[in-house]
Protein backbone atom coordinates (compact mmCIF):
# COMPACT_ATOMS: atom_id res chain seq x y z
CA UNK A 1 0.00 0.00 0.00
CA UNK A 2 1.38 3.11 -1.06
CA UNK A 3 1.06 5.85 1.70
CA UNK A 4 1.76 9.34 1.19
CA UNK A 5 2.10 12.59 4.09
CA UNK A 6 0.94 15.66 3.54
CA UNK A 7 1.89 17.83 6.08
CA UNK A 8 1.15 21.82 6.42
CA UNK A 9 -0.23 24.34 9.20
CA UNK A 10 -3.58 24.25 7.75
CA UNK A 11 -4.58 27.60 9.91
CA UNK A 12 -7.43 27.36 8.00
CA UNK A 13 -7.18 24.70 5.32
CA UNK A 14 -7.83 26.17 1.37
CA UNK A 15 -9.25 25.84 -1.72
CA UNK A 16 -6.20 25.26 -2.41
CA UNK A 17 -5.15 23.07 -0.01
CA UNK A 18 -8.19 20.92 -0.63
CA UNK A 19 -7.49 20.81 -4.44
CA UNK A 20 -3.84 19.22 -4.11
CA UNK A 21 -5.31 16.90 -1.12
CA UNK A 22 -7.70 15.75 -3.71
CA UNK A 23 -5.75 15.02 -6.80
CA UNK A 24 -3.42 13.59 -4.44
CA UNK A 25 -5.74 10.77 -2.94
CA UNK A 26 -5.74 9.61 -6.77
CA UNK A 27 -2.00 9.30 -6.71
CA UNK A 28 -1.57 6.94 -3.71
CA UNK A 29 -3.76 4.46 -1.75
CA UNK A 30 -4.14 6.23 1.19
CA UNK A 31 -3.10 10.28 2.16
CA UNK A 32 -2.45 11.13 5.39
CA UNK A 33 -2.97 14.47 6.14
CA UNK A 34 -0.63 15.81 9.08
CA UNK A 35 -1.52 19.02 10.94
CA UNK A 36 1.17 19.91 12.84
CA UNK A 37 0.60 20.72 16.26
CA UNK A 38 3.39 23.10 17.54
CA UNK A 39 4.04 25.60 14.71
CA UNK A 40 6.15 28.16 15.17
CA UNK A 41 3.31 30.54 13.41
CA UNK A 42 1.26 31.81 16.03
CA UNK A 43 -1.91 30.02 15.37
CA UNK A 44 -5.21 31.53 14.41
CA UNK A 45 -7.16 27.82 15.08
CA UNK A 46 -6.08 25.20 17.56
CA UNK A 47 -5.29 21.88 16.40
CA UNK A 48 -8.56 20.00 17.23
CA UNK A 49 -10.21 22.61 15.30
CA UNK A 50 -7.53 22.57 12.62
CA UNK A 51 -8.21 18.45 12.22
CA UNK A 52 -12.02 18.33 12.65
CA UNK A 53 -12.66 21.25 9.32
CA UNK A 54 -10.63 19.77 7.62
CA UNK A 55 -12.70 15.95 8.25
CA UNK A 56 -15.39 18.21 7.32
CA UNK A 57 -13.64 19.51 4.17
CA UNK A 58 -12.22 16.06 2.95
CA UNK A 59 -15.43 13.67 4.32
CA UNK A 60 -16.04 12.96 0.68
CA UNK A 61 -12.39 11.40 -0.02
CA UNK A 62 -12.54 7.76 1.57
CA UNK A 63 -8.67 7.14 1.07
CA UNK A 64 -7.68 10.00 3.11
CA UNK A 65 -7.42 10.33 7.09
CA UNK A 66 -6.52 13.24 9.22
CA UNK A 67 -4.22 13.04 12.05
CA UNK A 68 -2.52 15.73 14.06
CA UNK A 69 1.40 15.98 14.81
CA UNK A 70 4.11 17.46 17.03
CA UNK A 71 7.56 17.01 16.39
CA UNK A 72 9.57 15.95 13.80
CA UNK A 73 7.88 15.28 10.19
CA UNK A 74 10.32 12.17 9.55
CA UNK A 75 9.07 10.52 12.83
CA UNK A 76 5.46 11.48 11.86
CA UNK A 77 6.19 9.39 8.16
CA UNK A 78 7.73 6.58 9.78
CA UNK A 79 4.94 6.22 12.68
CA UNK A 80 2.56 6.05 9.64
CA UNK A 81 4.98 3.80 7.11
CA UNK A 82 5.46 6.32 4.74
CA UNK A 83 8.34 7.55 2.75
CA UNK A 84 6.40 9.77 0.54
CA UNK A 85 5.77 13.74 1.41
CA UNK A 86 3.53 15.62 -0.75
CA UNK A 87 3.69 19.66 -0.85
CA UNK A 88 2.08 22.28 -3.13
CA UNK A 89 3.97 24.74 -5.03
CA UNK A 90 2.26 28.22 -5.79
CA UNK A 91 5.36 29.70 -6.68
CA UNK A 92 8.96 29.99 -6.62
CA UNK A 93 8.79 31.49 -3.34
CA UNK A 94 7.30 28.56 -2.38
CA UNK A 95 10.10 26.48 -3.63
CA UNK A 96 12.75 28.64 -2.44
CA UNK A 97 10.78 27.74 1.67
CA UNK A 98 10.76 24.23 0.42
CA UNK A 99 14.06 23.13 -0.80
CA UNK A 100 15.61 23.17 2.53
CA UNK A 101 12.92 21.80 4.58
CA UNK A 102 13.49 18.82 1.65
CA UNK A 103 17.42 18.58 2.28
CA UNK A 104 16.71 18.87 5.83
CA UNK A 105 14.32 15.68 6.17
CA UNK A 106 16.62 14.24 3.53
CA UNK A 107 19.22 14.15 6.16
CA UNK A 108 17.32 12.98 8.69
CA UNK A 109 15.98 9.90 6.65
CA UNK A 110 17.76 9.40 3.30
CA UNK A 111 14.64 7.42 1.89
CA UNK A 112 12.20 10.28 2.10
CA UNK A 113 11.09 11.39 -1.35
CA UNK A 114 9.13 15.15 -1.24
CA UNK A 115 6.61 14.69 -4.26
CA UNK A 116 5.62 18.61 -5.43
CA UNK A 117 2.32 19.30 -6.94
CA UNK A 118 2.06 22.56 -8.72
CA UNK A 119 -0.88 24.91 -7.67
CA UNK A 120 -3.80 24.73 -10.22
CA UNK A 121 -3.04 28.88 -11.39
CA UNK A 122 -6.83 29.42 -10.02
CA UNK A 123 -5.70 29.13 -6.66
CA UNK A 124 -1.74 30.84 -7.16
CA UNK A 125 -2.89 33.57 -5.23
CA UNK A 126 -4.34 31.87 -1.92
CA UNK A 127 -2.91 31.51 1.15
CA UNK A 128 -3.78 30.51 5.31
CA UNK A 129 -2.30 33.75 6.12
CA UNK A 130 -4.51 35.62 3.21
CA UNK A 131 -7.75 33.98 4.55
CA UNK A 132 -6.68 35.03 8.56
CA UNK A 133 -6.05 38.58 7.24
CA UNK A 134 -9.08 39.08 5.39
CA UNK A 135 -11.12 37.25 8.55
CA UNK A 136 -9.88 40.23 10.76
CA UNK A 137 -11.88 42.81 8.60
CA UNK A 138 -15.08 40.78 8.18
CA UNK A 139 -14.15 40.47 4.51
CA UNK A 140 -15.72 38.08 1.81
CA UNK A 141 -13.51 34.82 1.98
CA UNK A 142 -15.54 32.29 -0.34
CA UNK A 143 -13.37 32.12 -3.09
CA UNK A 144 -10.31 31.24 -0.75
CA UNK A 145 -12.50 28.69 1.14
CA UNK A 146 -14.93 25.98 0.66
CA UNK A 147 -18.07 26.44 1.68
CA UNK A 148 -17.92 23.53 4.47
CA UNK A 149 -14.98 25.90 5.75
CA UNK A 150 -16.51 28.80 5.51
CA UNK A 151 -19.68 27.53 7.93
CA UNK A 152 -17.25 26.03 10.08
CA UNK A 153 -15.37 29.21 10.16
CA UNK A 154 -18.22 31.14 10.95
CA UNK A 155 -19.54 28.62 13.64
CA UNK A 156 -16.08 29.36 15.28
CA UNK A 157 -16.71 33.47 15.45
O1 LIG B 1 1.84 24.61 6.03
P1 LIG B 1 3.29 24.88 6.37
O2 LIG B 1 3.38 25.77 7.60
O3 LIG B 1 4.05 25.43 5.21
O4 LIG B 1 3.93 23.45 6.76
C1 LIG B 1 5.26 23.36 7.20
C2 LIG B 1 5.59 21.93 7.72
C3 LIG B 1 4.56 21.49 8.73
C4 LIG B 1 5.60 20.96 6.56
C5 LIG B 1 7.03 21.98 8.33
O5 LIG B 1 7.12 23.07 9.21
C6 LIG B 1 7.39 20.71 9.09
O6 LIG B 1 7.58 19.68 8.50
N1 LIG B 1 7.44 20.80 10.43
C7 LIG B 1 7.71 19.70 11.30
C8 LIG B 1 9.05 19.84 12.00
C9 LIG B 1 10.17 19.27 11.17
O7 LIG B 1 10.16 18.12 10.78
N2 LIG B 1 11.17 20.13 10.87
C10 LIG B 1 12.37 19.73 10.20
C11 LIG B 1 12.37 20.14 8.76
S1 LIG B 1 13.96 19.92 8.12
Redesign the pocket.
Known amino acids: MRIAVF ?4 DPVTKGHEDLIYRASKMFDKVIV ?1 V ?1 VN ?1 N ?1 NSFLKAEDKKRILELALEDLPEVEVKVFD ?4 DFLRENNSKIII ?1 GLRSMLDLE ?1 EM ?2 D ?3 K ?2 DPQIETVYLLTKPEYSHIS ?1 SAVKELMKYNADISSYVSEKVLNALNELK
Do not use: C, D, E, I
Open positions: PGSFGLSKGLLVRYPLYGNVLS
